[in-house]
């Protein structure tokens, strides 16, 4: 049973759609973020969030924002799609003490064509 | 950001056999975590490796941190049809804030 849900699992839009992914989670994590993942490359950061009002952007640059107005929920905007945008968004949350593992929830596909 | 550098990038082999993915750095890491990912799935986190030297077993899966901490093996013996997917490891940026990925070794086993 999964502790972070993340909606739509798949989604195909038109260039220039405004869109929003969903990230929620069930474990009360103050820590989370959001990853892009791309065939062959490594995960990149793109957001991240300490807790309520706290978002900051990760290392790979990105047209997405992102907000965090409960502890729960962590959706990603992009406010006018483009096909460089296709790509899987990993949402993910952790404890936040010491070395703390990932809980990663399924992913979003996302195709702008 | 430091770089995780994984091999083999790609490794197929039959049921039964045995194999060791790699995970390399120039880096001294206070952890190291191994990820396993499914097609259309997330990654699910295997094991956080913390001492150098250190050994974990976790079934058929052995993981081992080096002695400097600066790289990591997984070891699986006996390779299932189940244990096919990407094995990435991750480890804590220099400032702590977010884990930084290698781009993964993809497994497949086939019967």
């Known amino acids: 049973e999964a502790d972070i849900y993340q909606t739509p699992r798949y989604l195909v839009i038109g260039t220039g759609k405004k869109i929003t992914l969903e990230c929620s989670q069930t474990?009360?994590?103050?820590?989370m973020y959001w990853y892009q993942q791309d065939p062959g490359m490594e995960l990149h950061l793109i957001h991240y969030s300490y807790g309520v009002n706290s978002t900051e952007k990760g290392d790979l640059s990105s047209e997405s924002t992102v907000s965090r107005i409960r502890t729960e929920h962590f959706p990603l905007t992009l406010e006018s799609a483009r096909p460089s945008h296709t790509s899987q968004y990993l949402c993910?949350?952790?404890?936040?003490?010491?070395?703390?593992?990932?809980?990663f929830g399924s992913g979003t596909r996302l195709t702008v064509v | 950001t430091q770089l995780l550098e994984q091999s083999p990038q790609f490794l197929s082999i039959q049921e039964g056999e045995n194999l060791t993915v790699y995970c390399n750095s120039s880096?001294?890491?206070?952890?190291l975590q191994w990820y396993r990912q499914e097609p259309g799935e997330g990654p699910v986190l295997l094991v956080t490796v913390v001492t150098g030297g250190e050994v974990k077993k976790l079934k058929r899966l052995t993981f081992q941190f080096g002695d400097a901490r600066k790289d990591s093996s997984l070891h699986i013996t006996a390779a299932q049809p189940g244990d096919t997917g990407l094995y990435l490891c991750?480890?804590?940026?220099?400032?702590?804030?977010?884990?930084?990925f290698g781009k993964g070794t993809s497994l497949l086993v086939t019967p």
């Open positions: 993910a949350s952790s404890e936040g003490q010491g070395a703390s593992g990932y809980t």
């Open positions: 474990m009360g994590h103050d820590k």
């Open positions: 991750a480890a804590y940026s220099n400032s702590g804030y977010a884990l930084n």
């Open positions: 880096s001294v890491f206070s952890s």
